[in-house]
T-cell receptor, first 115, second 112 residues
Framework: DTEVTQTPKHLVMGMTNKKSLKCEQH?????MYWYKQKAKKPPELMFV???????INESVPSRFSPECPNSSLLNLHLHALQPEDSALYLC??????????????FGPGTRLTVT | ELKVEQNPLFLSMQEGKNYTIYCNYS?????LYWYRQDPGKSLESLFV?????AVKQEGRLMASLDTKARLSTLHITAAVHDLSATYFC????????????FGKGTSLLVTP
């Protein structure tokens, strides 16, 4: 199984809502990532989890709250977002050993619209 | 700071023609990736280049890596419409948890 799954595929939320994005992988990868991609731009790193611990936070506003409940799951909790947070949110995972260390496997993404 | 630069950013080419996309990066790395992205979709892995001189080919696409020049190329041979997409190169950033730093992407349009 070389798949990273993300739910939901689409999400529309108001600025006062609280919602969560979910990412799951069963490849035994111990590094998981959240990227944000605006239209016609490259993906930008938000967070890195390594062995279920937050290792990198790229100065992301606190209205985004990541969580890694176990080695297979990664969540992104959203609260009081702004319209400019509308984007494609991509989850990825990688292993840090083996024949292809650090190669990232991307999920299908969640298209988020904040109204 | 690791910088990844791609050019061109936009490319319109006729079917049957050849072209090359260039990717330069600012720090030593022996690990470079090429991705394809269709509108509204996620990233599709095309090539993983892991050593100096690596060359990989898949269909009409061929990628190479020169770690000494910090340069990778993606060569398109006899383009067809189905290749229309955005292509990103990316380099592993060991200072950011081994996340990827992406180039700005090359938006490719292949016309009849």
């Amino acid at each position: 199984d070389t798949e990273v799954t993300q739910t939901p595929k689409h999400l529309v939320m108001g600025m006062t809502n609280k919602k969560s994005l979910k990412c799951e992988q069963h490849m035994g990868h111990r590094a998981m990532y959240w990227y944000k991609q605006k239209a016609k731009k490259p993906p930008e790193l938000m967070f890195v989890y390594s062995y279920e611990k937050l290792s990198i936070n790229e100065s992301v506003p606190s209205r985004f709250s990541p969580e890694c409940p176990n080695s297979s799951l990664l969540n992104l909790h959203l609260h009081a977002l702004q319209p400019e947070d509308s984007a494609l949110y991509l989850c990825a995972s990688s292993q840090n050993r083996g024949s292809h260390p650090y190669e990232q496997y991307f999920g299908p993404g969640t298209r988020l619209t904040v109204t | 700071e690791l910088k990844v630069e791609q050019n061109p950013l936009f490319l319109s080419m006729q079917e049957g023609k050849n072209y090359t996309i260039y990717c330069n990066y600012s720090t030593t790395s022996d690990r470079l990736y090429w991705y394809r992205q269709d509108p509204g979709k996620s990233l599709e892995s095309l090539f993983v280049l892991l050593s100096n001189g690596a060359v990989k080919q898949e269909g009409r696409l061929m990628a190479s890596l020169d770690t000494k020049a910090r340069l990778s190329t993606l060569h398109i041979t006899a383009a067809v419409h189905d290749l229309s997409a955005t292509y990103f190169c990316a380099v592993v950033n060991s200072n950011s948890g081994y996340a990827l730093n992406f180039g700005k992407g090359t938006s490719l349009l292949v016309t009849p």
